[in-house]
């Protein structure tokens, strides 16, 4: 008996330290209260020891226990109440025993009861994710069998989940596909991850393509089984495709064209090149990419065409098109229309897109359908010139008969005086602009100030025009040009008078000057670098131009006059304003006007600025040897001399002017370059030998003789001329040391 008792205690006392040592809480209760405890139950419930637990109800604790309570040994869960009245989640196993003891296990699974919420809102979340996208998410084992898949793949496929989950994934790929699978296979099982493309048959046949990224599941699973996930990329595919297919297209285009294509970086160099430019030019592409495309254009053609293309990379606008000459690997030049446009890229201009078309053989035929039509037009032009001399001659005529009768009286002298030199004035502007269009002269450029040089020509233009026209004029001083002023006024002349013409029963007439901004754009033109011109704006208020009419304008011959005129004009206009290296341009509306639109070019220097001589009549010739072949003309400038008193002597040759020498000693020789028997310039410098003081002043109706003279001492003036500009002209020789 006492070993029996001894081994009983020895047995308490090991389970009350297993009980003790326990992570899970065990209480003892005697109907209903709580007589023992062990640590960790005191612990979870909140109770500092064990002792003050003893007498606690124990459904005080344990609250909410789901399980039936009849069930011996079950594992029931609840809601445990700390001592501070704060709950948890419990799991209680009670085992109950005789006279109303119990023995309950408790263990707190606050944290299994957190995972398994994670776990759960994971999975909510999965299906959410799952159901709503729109990439195919999918398990299949490695025999190809369709284990899950969302809906996705049922809306792209046209299949049912239940359909799917009776298929491999063989049945749904494309013949070829079914060989790239096994491979897809193979390498999932020996590296666990695999990722590329593949191509699924719909159910009504259209091949959608998948870029997927796959995954081998080995734990936790019976088998081996793929994790999938993969995102339909048909439309891309497709937009890749058509994308390729266009750019092989215009390739195709663009290497096969006649036309080159090139791109110009912001350097200036050639970033790209058609194949064309080898048919078209001769240079290989290791010759012609990275190289300046200035080397490549001509020397005359490469200011404007430079200047857009910088316009072009400094601010994206619309194509300009400009013609120039671009060097053959031959060395010859080949006339191109190129088009400038800017490649922006994110409102950024990354290059220019240069596109040109050689028109070197259309100019040559334009050269020669020109050439033949002046031929055409001779017959044309002996016709109008013939009208429009019959007309001066017509305005002099009657005047003249009534001065030679002998009752005239000073009134009709003084108007047919009047009405003469209008007709003179008329013919020799014909003359010039015949002259010009035929013979065009190179100008003699010179600095020329504008407001200088109108202050004299527009009070004579003025003149010209009728009270009922208002003039007006803003040429500002120091606005210096590099000009031909003759020429120059020729074309202002043309261009005023045409004016005038149009505007039968008044109107207004304004003049003005200015220096264009840089990169400043016209809308009826381009011109290239303007702050480098004056423009110059010449507006009537007429009755305009038809668009037909504007384009033919500048056209030689052309002219809407119904009263005549030689239809020279403007063409001579545009001669001479090109050649000085400017622009011409024209808009016009019907019934409400014209202007003119002249660049000329600014002189760089304004060290010496050609301005007119400032001189009187009063010479101091004595004597004046005039040589002429026309005895009229001869005869009528001796005439003036000899009315101011100074001694004239007239030779028709000159041998005869060779002859005169002996009893004459002129200090002025007025010589026509182009003489029977001698040519006036050899003839001027063996005057000259003889007489080294002597002033010459050649005269002649070809503008190009001016030319010639290169002499201080000696003057220019082209036929015919008054006799002031003659006086005016030897006024200022005068004035130059010997």
Not at 55 to 82: C, H, M, N, S
Not at 191 to 211: I, K, S
Not at 347 to 359: P, Y
Request: net charge negative; hydrophobic share 40%.
């Amino acid at each position: 008996m006492p070993v029996t008792e001894s081994a009983l205690e020895m047995e308490a006392a090991l389970f009350r330290n297993l009980a003790d040592a326990a992570f899970d809480g065990i209480a003892i209760a005697r109907n209903g209260r709580i007589e023992s405890a062990n640590p960790s139950f005191a612990g979870m419930f909140g109770y500092p020891s064990e002792q003050l637990l003893v007498g606690v109800p124990i459904e005080q604790l344990l609250t909410r226990l789901r399980e039936p309570a009849d069930k011996r040994g079950a594992i029931r869960k609840g809601v445990g109440k700390r001592r501070n009245c704060a709950c948890f989640p419990i799991a209680v196993c009670h085992a109950p025993g005789a006279d109303g003891e119990a023995v309950y296990g408790v263990r707190d699974i606050s944290r299994e009861t957190e995972a398994e919420a994670r776990i759960v809102e994971s999975e909510r979340r999965y299906r959410e994710l799952s159901e709503a996208t729109h990439d195919l998410i999918c398990k299949h084992d490695l025999e190809g069998r369709i284990l899950e898949v969302n809906p996705a793949a049922c809306r792209a496929l046209g299949y049912s989940r239940e359909e799917l989950l009776t298929m491999r994934f063989t049945d749904l790929l494309a013949p070829r596909g079914v060989s790239l699978f096994r491979e897809y296979l193979t390498t999932i099982v020996r590296e666990g991850v695999a990722e590329g493309m593949l191509t699924l048959c719909a159910r009504d046949g259209e091949r959608r393509h998948w870029q997927y990224q796959n995954t081998l599941e080995v734990v936790g699973v019976e088998r081996p089984v793929v994790r999938g996930l993969a995102r339909d990329v048909t439309e891309r595919e497709r937009a890749i495709r058509a994308l390729h297919e266009n750019e092989a297209y215009f390739r195709s285009i663009i290497e096969n064209v006649s036309d080159i294509v090139t791109t110009i970086g912001p350097a200036g160099t050639i970033e790209y090149h058609s194949a064309s430019v080898a048919r078209a030019l001769g240079w290989t592409a290791e010759e012609f990419t990275g190289r300046l495309f200035r080397d490549f254009i001509h020397p005359d053609d490469a200011p404007a065409a430079l200047t857009l293309i910088e316009m072009h990379h400094v601010k994206p606008a619309g194509a300009d098109t400009i013609d120039l000459r671009v060097l053959h690997r031959d060395g010859s030049w080949r006339w191109f229309s190129i088009t400038i446009t800017s490649r922006v890229v994110d409102d950024s201009v990354q290059s220019v897109i240069v596109n040109g078309h050689d028109i070197t053989t259309s100019r040559l035929l334009h050269a020669q359908l020109e050439q033949a039509n002046r031929v055409n037009s001779l017959g044309k032009l002996a016709a109008t010139v013939a009208h429009e001399f019959n007309n001066v001659l017509m305005g002099m005529l009657p005047f003249a008969e009534l001065m030679q009768r002998p009752n005239v009286t000073p009134a009709v002298v003084e108007k047919g005086t009047r009405y003469i030199l209008n007709s003179i004035a008329r013919g020799k502007r014909v003359a010039l602009d015949i002259l010009r269009f035929t013979r065009p002269a190179e100008p003699t450029l010179n600095p020329v100030d504008l407001g200088e040089w109108w202050a004299h020509l527009g009070s004579e233009m003025h003149a010209r025009l009728s009270d009922a026209i208002a003039f007006d004029s803003e040429i500002p001083m120091g606005l210096t040009i590099l000009a031909d002023a003759d020429q120059l006024s020729q074309v202002f002349s043309n261009i005023i008078i045409n004016a005038r013409d149009a505007m039968p029963h008044g109107g207004r007439l304004q003049v003005r000057a200015r220096r264009p901004q840089p990169y400043e754009r016209f809308p009826f033109g381009f011109v290239a670098n303007p702050s480098d011109f004056a423009h110059i704006e010449i507006e009537d208020s007429g009755s305009g131009m038809s668009r037909e009419v504007v384009e033919h304008v500048f056209d030689p011959l052309f002219t809407t006059k119904q009263n005549g005129g030689t239809g020279l004009g403007m063409a001579v206009a545009h001669n001479v304003v090109t050649s000085h290296g400017g622009s011409i341009f024209v808009v016009s509306k019907v019934g409400v006007g014209t202007t003119f639109h002249l660049f000329l070019p600014l002189a760089r220097s304004m060290a010496t600025v050609a301005s007119l001589p400032e001189t009187s009549n009063e010479l101091r010739v004595r004597q004046a040897l005039i040589v002429d072949d026309e005895p009229v003309v001869a005869e009528g400038i001796a005439e003036m001399f000899r009315e101011d008193g100074r001694m004239t002597a007239v030779a028709l040759s000159g041998a005869q002017c060779e002859n005169l020498l002996e009893d004459l000693r002129p200090d002025v020789a007025v010589l026509d370059v182009r003489l029977p028997d001698a040519d006036g310039f050899e003839l001027g410098a063996r005057l000259r030998t003889r007489f080294p003081e002597l002033r010459i002043v050649f005269a002649s109706g070809d503008a190009d003789a001016r030319r010639m003279v290169d002499d201080r001492r000696c003057a220019f003036l082209q036929k015919p001329f008054e006799v002031r500009e003659l006086f005016d002209a030897i006024a200022s020789l005068e004035e130059v040391a010997p």
